[in-house]
Structure formats: structure tokens, C-alpha cells
């Protein structure tokens, strides 16, 4: 069992959905959760983290974290075209000093 | 912000021959860097931890004769794909942990090579 499985997609929404994605972990252990965006051809760049369960805000893009049932989620409000890459979470073990990812959800908003 | 420049970003090869992929943190002095392997359509495999001054750790499955690297300075770090094969074609992603203002938490990555060989 992978320590991160995230929903493989690939996910295509018109443009304006609110977009859904998400992961589960299986380490208690970890303590940060990332987001990161990847257009295709590049690498990978962070889109935020938390540390803590609740959500984080940032524009158009919310994360959620629930550690009680290990769950990450990262919402999209009033998806645009722009948006459409894969999507990775990730997680971080400080005492590890490890980051894991999931496999990456693909992400099409249609204009 | 934090900006880690990868060089170069496509190569391609003739079977046999080495190719040398560099990875700079451009602003920042990065003493671990990490370098994954992407196949099309799936997630990052990292493939080695490498740590300035000192030989880098490899993932299990890794060859390190195969897949050099060399962390000479806090801020360069390179892969050296020796004897290169078709089947080493792939995109390769280098990472750097931290950054100004940034935790252990978070990596910046490069834009990533493309290595075609043929």
C-alpha cells in the first residue's frame, strides 16, 4: 500500500466548477501537507501547505486537512483554463526529513 | 522567492554515451537536493538525496553506478547518466529543500530535463 494514494483522474470540468481533489495517507507520522501544480513539461511548483488540521485559504484555492481520518483535500473555486495541470500532494515526515508524493491527479478546465 | 535553475532541459543522445544534467539553486544555498524520476503520466520517483560534501543516498532499485551524482557545492548539484540506454529516456526533476523564508517542509524544484536517448 502506497503511504499517499491520491484519485488518479483524469478530472475535466467547464470552466467556473469548483474543483475537488484529493488524497489519503496512511502515516500518522507526517506533519506537513503540500499541493503542488505541474504543467505539462515542467516541474513541479508548491501551491500552499498546512501543518495542522482545518482549512487554508489562498484566492481561489483551498486546502483542507482532517488528520482524525487522514484525508487532504484542495479545492478550486472558479476554475479556469489556466488551471489545467496535475496536481500532486505531498507530505512531509520531520523526523524522516521526507516528502511523499501521490501518483498526481490531471486536471482539464474547459473554456 | 526561491528559483532552482535545471540545465539542460532536453538532450538527446546516441546509445552508450554519458549525459550530465545540472541543477543550480540560483538565490540559495541548498545542502540537500533531490533527484526524481517522471515517466509519462505518473508521479515523481525520487531516485537519490544528494548532500553537499558527502555521497549522495540512493533509493533501493537505483543503480549509483549507473546514475551519478556529484553535490560539489551548496549550490550545484549534477546527474551523470553514464552509458545511457533507451530505456534511461525520461524526465528528470532535481529539487532543493528550503529556501529564503521557506521551511524543511518545502521543496522548489527545476524545470526538469528531458532525456531522449536514442
Known amino acids: 500500500q502506497k503511504e499517499v494514494e491520491q484519485d488518479p483522474g483524469p478530472l475535466s470540468v467547464p470552466e467556473g466548477a469548483i474543483v475537488s481533489l484529493n488524497c489519503t495517507y496512511s502515516?500518522?507520522?507526517?506533519?506537513?501537507f503540500m499541493w503542488y501544480r505541474q504543467y505539462s513539461r515542467k516541474g513541479p511548483e508548491l501551491l500552499m501547505y498546512t501543518y495542522s488540521s482545518g482549512n487554508k485559504e489562498d484566492g481561489r484555492f483551498t486546502a483542507q486537512v482532517d488528520k482524525s481520518s487522514k484525508y487532504i483535500s484542495l479545492f478550486i473555486r472558479d476554475s479556469q483554463p489556466s488551471d489545467s495541470a496535475t496536481y500532486l500532494c505531498a507530505t512531509y515526515n520531520t523526523n524522516a526529513g521526507k516528502s511523499t508524493f501521490g501518483d498526481g491527479t490531471t486536471l482539464t478546465v474547459k473554456p | 522567492g526561491a528559483v532552482v535553475s535545471q540545465h539542460p532541459s532536453r538532450v538527446i543522445c546516441k546509445s552508450g554515451t554519458s549525459v550530465k544534467i545540472e541543477c543550480r539553486s540560483l538565490d540559495f544555498q541548498a545542502t540537500t537536493m533531490f533527484w526524481y524520476r517522471q515517466f509519462p503520466k505518473q508521479s515523481l520517483m525520487l531516485m537519490a538525496t544528494s548532500n553537499e560534501g558527502s555521497k549522495a543516498t540512493y533509493e533501493q532499485g537505483v543503480e549509483k553506478d549507473k546514475f551519478l551524482i556529484n553535490h560539489a557545492s551548496l549550490t550545484l548539484s549534477t546527474l551523470t547518466v553514464t552509458s545511457a540506454h533507451p530505456e534511461d529516456s525520461s524526465f528528470y526533476i532535481c529539487?532543493?529543500?528550503?529556501?529564503?523564508?521557506?521551511?524543511?517542509?518545502?521543496?522548489?524544484f527545476g524545470a526538469g530535463s528531458r532525456l531522449t536517448v536514442l
Open positions: 529539487s532543493a529543500r528550503g529556501g529564503p523564508g521557506s521551511g524543511a517542509n518545502v521543496l522548489t
Open positions: 502515516n500518522s507520522a507526517f506533519q506537513y
